[in-house]
Structure formats: C-alpha cells, structure tokens
C-alpha cells in the first residue's frame, strides 16, 4: 500500500540522549516535510526538503537536523533532547513543491522527553 | 508571514444537523490553494476538501464543502448531516509559499452528540 510509513509510533527519551525519527514514502514525491504538532499550537514546520539533497529550515528548527540521501527518506534527529520537544511528530510528503500540492502525512510519532 | 486563524477551539452539533466551522486566512500569493484536513482519535491526517483559490465555485465533496470568499480572505467549512464519525480535530491549511509547506490553523475540536 502506497504511503509514508514512521518509526518508531511512540518513544519516551531521557533528555540529553540522540534520538532520530524516521519517514519513508514510497510515492516517489520530490518534497517532503516535518512538522511537529503541539496542543493549542496546530501544526508547525521544523524542516523541509523540495528535492533528494537539499533541505531548509522550517519555523521552529532549533535543536533539529534532518538528511535527505535519496527520494524516499527524511530521518529527523534530535541531537540532545530537551523536554521541550515533546511532541507529536508528523513527517508529509507532496508531489510538487509548487502549485496544487496536496500533503501526505504519515501516522506520527509520539515522543516524550523526560 | 502567512497565518491560519481558526477562531473556535470547540464545537458542538448534533448528529444529523449541519455545522460550519470557520477559518481565515492571509497571505500575500494570488494563486494559492486552500486545506481542511480532518484528525480523528487516530491521530492520522485525513485531506477533506481543498480550493483552488483561483476559482470562484465553493469545492464540494459529499457532505462537505467550504464557503470561500478570497476577497475577506475566509475558508469555512460546512459539515452536512454530521456523523458520529466525523467527531475529530479539524485544521484549515494554506499553501505557504516558496517552502511549499502548509501553515495551519490551530484546529477545532468537533463533537456529534447522538
């Protein structure tokens, strides 16, 4: 079945520890995106990548990183996890940047810093 | 910056009544498009409805559909003979420019009373 897949669905971190989210979209969309979902907040973009080897930050970047190696792939890592990054994790994915571009979102991870 | 308003935090309908929820938007593009996206208990981010912000025709799609008006900048969606099943979160997105991502709205929570 066609979509985007997210690992792991839940996690509980100590703060301090590297933690890396995975996404993997097999409808080979150029863009693909990160948000980060918090009660009362919506959703809001940490980072984003319009192509396989190039990515940009989104609104609230700080204390993130991601990779984009190929078409498929967009790992998000936390390099020290703070509990302020507590959150709910949505990776998306569209065909186009530009233009109609509906987003596909993955199932989320739930991540809790301690 | 381009924002996503959704004045209502929580909305109530009976099952089988109709329900509007509202949503206002601004940005600075001429052609855009316009999102409701629908988050049930599951956590997952289901497309609802989108609009072409170039066409004037409301979208429709069964019983949903929006009333767009591009001049006061408004995206509402209508919720016809609501189900217990529609119960969720609901966010209004819109393009967000050159990152190509979605700025959403802080969501509304709707419940159907049986």
């Known amino acids: 079945i066609a979509g985007i897949t997210q690992a792991p669905t839940s996690q509980i971190l100590a703060a301090g520890r590297r933690m890396t989210l995975r996404c993997t979209q097999d409808?080979?969309?150029?863009?693909m995106y990160w948000y980060r979902q918090d009660l009362g907040l919506g959703l809001r973009l940490i980072h984003y990548?319009?192509?396989?080897?190039?990515?940009g930050k989104g609104e609230v970047p700080d204390g993130y990183s991601v990779s984009r190696a190929n078409t498929d792939d967009f790992p998000l890592t936390l390099a020290s996890a703070v509990p302020s990054q507590t959150s709910v994790y949505f990776c998306?994915?569209?065909?186009?940047?530009?233009?109609?571009?509906?987003?596909?979102f993955g199932p989320g991870t739930r991540l809790t810093v301690l | 910056a381009q924002t996503v308003t959704q004045s209502q935090p929580e909305m109530s309908v009976q099952e089988a009544e109709t329900v509007t929820l509202s949503c206002t938007y601004d940005?600075?593009?001429?052609?855009?498009?316009l999102f409701w996206y629908k988050q049930p208990p599951s956590r997952q981010m289901i497309l609802v409805i989108r609009?072409?912000?170039?066409?004037?025709q409301n979208a429709t799609e069964n019983r949903f559909s929006v009333n767009f008006q591009k001049a006061a900048k408004s995206f509402s969606l209508k919720i016809s003979d609501s189900q217990l099943g529609d119960a969720a979160m609901y966010f209004c997105?819109?393009?967000?420019?050159?990152?190509?991502?979605?700025?959403f709205g802080k969501g509304t929570k709707l419940s159907v009373k049986p």
């Open positions: 940005t600075s593009e001429s052609d855009y498009y």
């Open positions: 998306a994915s569209s065909e186009e940047v530009y233009g109609y571009n509906e987003q596909f």
């Open positions: 409808m080979r969309h150029n863009a």
């Open positions: 609009q072409e912000a170039y066409k004037q």
């Open positions: 990548s319009n192509t396989a080897g190039t990515t």
């Open positions: 997105a819109c393009e967000g420019g050159s990152q190509g991502n979605l700025i």
